[in-house]
């Protein structure tokens, strides 16, 4: 498996591959692939990064920036995280965020946030901080790494484009 920065040609699938693996998901609104494409037309999306095996394209993650009422910069939202159907639970979306968190790192970022289940991204350091909140999400479904001692403090809003419908 390689991973590594999306290209131009790479886009046509990504959208598909988004598409199919949101199509069951109980939280999804269907609109996972939508966001991909506004974030990347509107120039914040700052990590997009694809799985590729045998050269075929299985998975893809992007990272784009987040404010927080306090004012602290340099944060940035993981999501969304797709894997092909087919190609889930082998750890091929545990590579893409092993590898996205590194890049942030090394963009000198503060920190990620995600809407997620705590079970699974416990995992990566990801943890729920009650002084980080987001509105019309539950608690417990905000986590958060932060890469350094400082950790922000208020309320996480997405770029606007998480909130398109296509």
């Not at 050269?55 to 987040?66: D, E, N, R, T, Y």
């Not at 942030?104 to 990566?124: H, M, R, S, T």
Request: charged share 20%; hydrophobic share 40%; proline share 5%.
């Amino acid at each position: 498996m390689i991973i590594r920065t999306e290209k131009e040609s790479d886009i046509t699938k990504i959208f598909e591959i988004t598409k199919e693996a949101f199509k069951n998901h109980p939280y999804s609104q269907g609109t996972e692939q939508f966001i991909i494409d506004a974030l990347r037309r509107d120039g914040v999306l700052t990590i997009s990064l694809v799985a590729e095996i045998d050269g075929k394209i299985v998975g893809h993650i992007a990272f784009s920036p987040v404010t927080i009422s306090d004012g602290s910069s340099d944060w940035y939202g993981l999501g969304p995280v797709s894997v092909q159907p087919e190609f889930q639970r082998q750890g091929i979306g545990k590579a893409l965020i092993l590898e996205g968190l590194s890049r942030l790192k090394a963009l000198g970022a503060q920190g990620c946030i995600l809407v997620g289940d705590p079970a699974y991204y416990n995992q990566f350091g990801f943890k729920n901080f009650p002084n980080l909140t987001m509105k019309h999400v539950p608690q417990e479904n905000v986590l958060v790494l932060p890469f350094s001692e400082k950790i922000a403090s208020g309320v996480i809003e997405h770029h606007p484009d998480f909130f398109v419908k296509e």
